[in-house]
């Protein structure tokens, strides 16, 4: 059947419920309206509606098409490398023929890498691409030269490094904008050396992972084809979470596939525009405008009517939200939200609180007892420097920054075994990150190959049986030792080995331990393992009391997640005005929301920021919802709220 014919009717979406929904759930008429269209759209999806599991029943139902008489395919996009698990998890199986060529299944920054950027670069310089790494990148551009010592001589060196742009051959820019680089003079010293070093680092073939789009964009720019090319092998294109795309990834995606209403390809992008977090004074009208055809998730089965009534009010776009969520025997969750209301002296006692806030609707049967979601802190900023403006280590004080991007370097050998620990992954993947982890070591050691370029796994290997075979023969055995003893659960042991055998390494190459030495000295293995089933969490930022395990976190980290119950902090974020009128805190800035107000069309870019924080943190939870405020705001801001909306508890 031609691509342009292809219809789907209501026995392939019940296929999709029978594989995807659990016994005797169906999908409602607004997910059956999505999956069944075919055309370039966009779906504005409340937190909690299932958009993700609509996407998946509509390529379920495609999958059996594949490939497609024309030979194309399908591309789907996500921002995460969770989201992108997420989907060959629940419908690999399924659907294999998806996850292979003509189609594409991948993140946004790997489509870029592997479709755009490292074909441009294999054909600009006639050379393989050795890394696209931030971390990478950052530890080669210690090379000599002037850039190098300028920068690093700077406090902002990380800042002048990664938001100076290489567009073409010679030209800096700040960020992926027009604007130019803030060294104005061309002929500035400081200048040239920074094009130097960028170009040193790309000819070498290093980029840090925004790099990538630099390439890109010059792909297309120089070589307009590509889109053409592009369109053809890829007739169906979904990118999902679409609101978490930056501005120049977002351009990317609709030059190639949108091109101004003229694309072979059925582009549909799916998110919710209200829960869009932009760094800096970038609006959402600059990344998002909105398509002819617009369809809608209004229901959520995350959240309750009570807390429905709550989220709605601080949506950037004024949307209804429908709360489905109900106790599993069908009845009503009737818990009102709370607002906790602290002064100076009570303020570590707001968590305390939450915590026998939960415990008392746990004893009444109000909250499940164990509960498939977990209980959450979250505030938007983590600390400020001065002691009267609040963060989230001012509520707790042993609060520790997490990091969660996916990452191939690690900040210490224990990090690589550890990885495999927690995820149980293969014997192949095991392997890998031990290599990985040598590749560090002779990185930091600056052991290059001939040709003066860092080792891969594969040239390691190469040069120990060619130069070294006895070791060669040692190491291939210690490889798979090492290996198997991870996954039969003895990182110590695998440790403590590879700390004992590196010296051995690194004597055919000359060396020994030398600058690797606090890499391969740091957290042992079981340190750095977290609890609580959150694989992102440190000990210390796991709040306990009695049965309860609470993770402390902020905004940003817990977008996406499920909780059963959730408390947001307010916190200190930019003073707006002077005197009485100032506004830094989201119960000023959004007080007449919490009074059951839609945001004007007009709001300041402050309120709206805040808006964004608090609408994304307080649609998290299930079953309980509570907000912190402090008694003066609130005397001032909240003090009328309606009692029959909200439970005050004052602490």
Do not use: W
């Given at each position: 059947m031609p691509v342009d014919k292809i219809e789907i009717a209501s026995r392939d979406i019940n296929y999709a419920e029978e594989v995807l929904l659990s016994d005797g759930e169906i999908f409602d008429n607004e997910r059956r309206t999505f999956i069944s269209d075919l055309r370039t759209l966009d779906l504005q999806a409340v937190p909690g509606s299932g958009k993700t599991t609509a996407l998946l029943a509509k390529l379920l139902?495609?999958?059996?098409?594949?490939?497609?008489?024309?030979?194309?395919?399908?591309?789907?996009?996500?921002?995460?490398?969770?989201?992108?698990?997420?989907?060959?998890?629940?419908?690999?199986?399924?659907?294999?023929?998806?996850?292979?060529?003509?189609?594409?299944?991948?993140?946004?920054?790997?489509?870029?890498?592997?479709?755009l950027a490292i074909p441009f670069y294999a054909n600009k310089y006639n050379r393989k691409l050795i890394r696209i790494d931030n971390e990478i990148y950052y530890q080669h551009h210690y090379v000599p030269g002037r850039a190098s010592a300028y920068l690093n001589n700077r406090s902002d060196k990380d800042d002048i490094l990664f938001n100076s742009r290489l567009f073409g051959d010679n030209e800096l820019r700040y960020g992926f904008t027009s604007k130019a680089f803030p060294l104005r003079n061309r002929e500035n010293t400081t200048y040239k050396a920074l094009v130097d070093l960028k170009v040193l680092l790309r000819e070498k073939g290093y980029l840090c992972f925004d790099d990538a789009y630099i390439l890109a964009s010059q792909y297309i720019q120089e070589i307009p084809r590509i889109k053409t090319i592009l369109q053809k092998r890829f007739r169906f294109v979904f990118v999902d979470e679409i609101q978490d795309?930056?501005?120049?990834?977002?351009?990317?995606?609709?030059?190639?596939?949108?091109?101004?209403?003229?694309?072979?390809?059925?582009?549909?992008?799916?998110?919710?525009?209200?829960?869009?977090?932009?760094?800096?004074?970038?609006?959402?009208e600059d990344v998002w405008d909105d398509r002819d055809i617009i369809l809608k998730l209004s229901g959520s089965y995350r959240f309750h009517p009570k807390i429905a009534n709550v989220v709605k009010y601080f949506a950037l776009c004024p949307t209804e939200i429908e709360g489905r969520r109900k106790y599993s025997d069908g009845t009503e969750i009737e818990i009102k939200p709370h607002m906790i209301v602290f002064d100076d002296a009570s303020r570590n006692q707001v968590i305390h609180c939450f915590s026998e806030i939960i415990q008392d609707l746990k004893s009444s049967s109000k909250l499940p007892s164990n509960p498939n979601h977990g209980f959450k802190v979250i505030a938007w900023r983590k600390e400020h420097e001065e002691s009267d403006k609040l963060g989230l280590k001012d509520y707790y004080q042993h609060f520790e920054e997490e990091t969660h991007s996916p990452k191939i370097d690690h900040t210490n050998l224990a990090s690589y075994l550890?990885?495999?620990?927690?995820?149980?992954?293969?014997?192949?993947?095991?392997?890998?990150?031990?290599?990985?982890?040598?590749?560090?070591?002779?990185?930091?050691?600056?052991?290059?190959?001939?040709?003066?370029?860092?080792f891969t796994k594969r040239k390691l290997l190469s040069y120990l049986r060619d130069e070294h075979p006895e070791t060669y023969e040692l190491f291939k055995l210690k490889l798979y030792q090492w290996s198997i003893g991870l996954i039969r659960d003895k990182p110590d042991d695998v440790l403590s080995d590879i700390k004992a055998y590196t010296p051995q390494v690194l004597i055919c190459f000359g060396k020994e331990i030398d600058l690797s030495h606090s890499f391969i000295v740091g957290d042992s293995v079981n340190s750095t393992q977290t609890s609580s089933g959150d694989n992102s969490v440190n000990n210390t930022n796991i709040y306990k009391n009695e049965d309860t395990e609470i993770i402390v976190t902020t905004v940003h980290s817990s977008k996406g997640q499920t909780h059963t119950a959730t408390l947001y902090l307010e916190?200190?974020?930019?003073?707006?005005?002077?005197?009485?009128?100032?506004?830094?805190?989201?119960?000023?800035?959004?007080?007449?929301?919490?009074?059951?107000?839609?945001?004007?069309?007009?709001?300041?870019?402050?309120?709206?920021?805040?808006?964004?924080?608090?609408?994304?943190?307080?649609?998290?939870?299930?079953?309980?919802?509570?907000?912190?405020?402090?008694?003066?705001r609130f005397d001032r801001y909240l003090n009328d709220l309606d009692d029959t909306v909200w439970e005050i508890i004052k602490v």
């Open positions: 139902i495609l999958e059996k098409l594949l490939p497609f008489t024309d030979g194309s395919g399908v591309l789907v996009i996500s921002h995460t490398n969770a989201s992108i698990d997420e989907i060959k998890s629940k419908i690999g199986k399924h659907a294999p023929r998806l996850f292979s060529y003509p189609n594409f299944v991948g993140t946004i920054q790997s489509f870029v890498d592997r479709l795309m930056a501005r120049h990834q977002h351009d990317i995606l609709e030059q190639l596939f949108f091109s101004s209403g003229n694309s072979m390809s059925v582009f549909q992008r799916i998110g919710d525009k209200n829960q869009a977090i932009f760094n800096g004074e970038i609006t959402l550890n990885i495999c620990i927690k995820k149980k992954q293969t014997l192949d993947f095991v392997r890998k990150s031990i290599l990985n982890a040598f590749l560090k070591i002779l990185r930091l050691e600056n052991i290059s190959d001939q040709s003066d370029r860092v916190t200190y974020y930019y003073q707006d005005g002077r005197g009485i009128n100032a506004k830094s805190y989201e119960s000023q800035r959004l007080c007449q929301q919490f009074k059951n107000n839609f945001i004007p069309t007009m709001a300041g870019v402050r309120v709206k920021q805040s808006a964004r924080m608090v609408y994304v943190g307080i649609s998290r939870p299930t079953h309980l919802l509570c907000f912190a405020v402090h008694k003066d």
